[in-house]
């Protein structure tokens, strides 16, 4: 359609199908010339990591999700705000669920009684836990590793992502069994 006004009224007319093919020929030759730029942005030469964004509640449980899917040992710099405040019921349903799975679990966490009080559970709730003096680690976050994913959930401001990349995981993982292997539990 070509719209023509006149005054505060505007009129409406065909464009002729000669026109139409025209268009989308000047479309085609503008895709063809940034073609070239386009390659360059998409870089097929490698995978790319994948991140996958969530907000509130409803989003942090589907990050929780996630992680269950995996059948292996997660991993995870945790934190107190895990097992507290409003977070309290949501990190107790997913250990309970992940213990149900048989998945295993790792976790570092500063000196709190919430992780405390976690560690006296390890051995019923499949988990090793190693506690830290909260000036070697304190956290308002947790980072945890599985598979080839990482997540990351800030339960105080109620968000969190998973990034999906080996490569990444894997440098994450390394970093995870550095600091694990240093300190005692």
Do not use: C
């Amino acid at each position: 359609l070509r719209r023509v006004s006149k005054g505060k009224k505007h009129f409406f007319t065909a464009t002729s199908p000669d026109a139409l093919i025209e268009m989308q020929e000047n479309n085609l030759r503008r895709l063809q010339q940034m073609l070239p730029e386009l390659k360059a942005l998409h870089n097929t030469s490698g995978q790319k990591p994948k991140i996958f964004y969530y907000e509130g509640e409803t989003g942090i449980d589907q990050i929780n999700e996630d992680t269950l899917k995996y059948k292996g040992e997660i991993l995870a710099f945790t934190t107190p705000r895990f097992v507290s405040g409003h977070s309290r019921s949501t990190g107790s349903a997913y250990i309970k669920k992940r213990v149900a799975l048989g998945n295993r679990t790792r976790i570092i966490g500063e000196n709190a009684l919430e992780i405390q009080e976690l560690q006296k559970r390890d051995a019923e709730e499949l988990r090793e836990t190693k506690i830290l003096s909260p000036d070697i680690y304190s956290s308002e976050v947790e980072i945890g590793i599985y598979g080839n994913k990482l997540y990351v959930i800030d339960y105080k401001e109620q968000f969190g992502f998973i990034l999906e990349g080996s490569e990444i995981a894997s440098v994450m993982k390394m970093i995870f069994e550095i600091v694990w292997s240093k300190w005692k539990a």
